[in-house]
Nanobody, 128 residues
Framework: EVQLVESGGGLVQAGGSLRLSCATS????????ISWFRQAPGKEREGVAF????????FYADSVKGRFTISSDPAKSTMYLHMDSLKPEDTAVYYC?????????????????????WGQGTQVTVSS
């Protein structure tokens, strides 16, 4: 069974940092593309950070570019999202999501609907 479990969220002051983890199990880590999304209250789920599994190129939403970093540790089957210079507008539930690479080919999708597997989410709250 494919499982993704996020952790590392919490309450932080503006300008602070957090590192989110996405521990995975039930599948071969390297066979899947795993990305980060977030959903703020009253808003649609949006893509935050993506990594190309073919060459390691990273992609970020404009709103987080330069502040967030996506990385992975295949030995631990874990994805990370390091978030610096947090702003109140970063407040949201953060999710990691996975899709079999063979379904998308070399395309890195930013569309939540393309990802069939999701974690339960971890709350990030940034106070001003």
């Amino acid at each position: 069974e494919v499982q993704l479990v996020e952790s590392g969220g919490g309450l932080v002051q503006a300008g602070g940092s957090l590192r989110l983890s996405c521990a995975t199990s039930g599948f071969t880590f390297d066979d899947y593309t795993i990305s980060w999304f977030r959903q703020a209250p009253g808003k649609e789920r949006e893509g935050v950070a993506f990594i190309s599994t073919s060459d390691g190129t990273t992609f970020y939403a404009d709103s987080v570019k330069g502040r967030f970093t996506i990385s992975s540790d295949p030995a631990k089957s874990t994805m990370y999202l390091h978030m610096d210079s947090l702003k109140p507008e970063d407040t949201a539930v953060y999710y990691c999501a996975a899709v079999l690479k063979s379904l998308l080919g070399l395309v890195i999708s930013t569309a939540p609907d393309d990802y069939p597997y999701w974690g339960q989410g971890t709350q990030v709250t940034v106070s001003s």
